[in-house]
């Protein structure tokens, strides 16, 4: 059994910045080494913003290509750095894993099958 919980969402103005963590919870935390940051606001989908597998090879959303950067820090921790932050980028953002041998280029077969709870980001 896994757990995912994030930290480190708030309230900045625009062209702030805010770095997200996520630490995996669970002696089997370690298998699950493709992991993923995920926004969503109310009424639309919930959107990929960035992946990074075992091999740290990462991905990006065109909206944040540039301005985030994924990283992770030995088996359990997970971060999100996110720069020049701008209005559009509000939304609820979740972390989330998998194990890499269902997945490939950052997109899962079955999807992300485990996630954190979220953690609130509003740039106003």
């Known amino acids: 059994h896994v757990q995912l919980v994030e930290s480190g969402g708030g309230s900045v103005q625009a062209g702030g910045s805010l770095r997200l963590s996520c630490e995996v919870i669970?002696?089997?935390?370690?298998?699950?080494?493709?992991r993923g940051w995920f926004r969503q606001v109310p009424g639309r989908e919930r959107d990929k913003v960035a992946t990074?597998?075992?091999?740290?090879?990462t991905t990006y959303s065109d909206s944040v290509k540039g301005r985030f950067t994924i990283s992770k820090s030995g088996r359990y921790l997970l971060y999100l750095q996110m720069n020049s932050l701008r209005p559009e980028d509000t939304a609820m953002y979740y972390c989330?894993?998998?194990?890499?041998?269902?997945?490939?280029?950052?997109?899962?077969?079955?999807?992300?099958?485990?996630w954190g709870r979220g953690t609130q980001v509003t740039v106003s």
């Open positions: 989330a894993a998998e194990p890499c041998v269902y997945c490939s280029g950052g997109d899962c077969y079955n999807g992300y099958n485990y």
């Open positions: 669970g002696y089997s935390g370690q298998i699950y080494g493709c």
């Open positions: 990074i597998d075992s091999d740290g090879s």
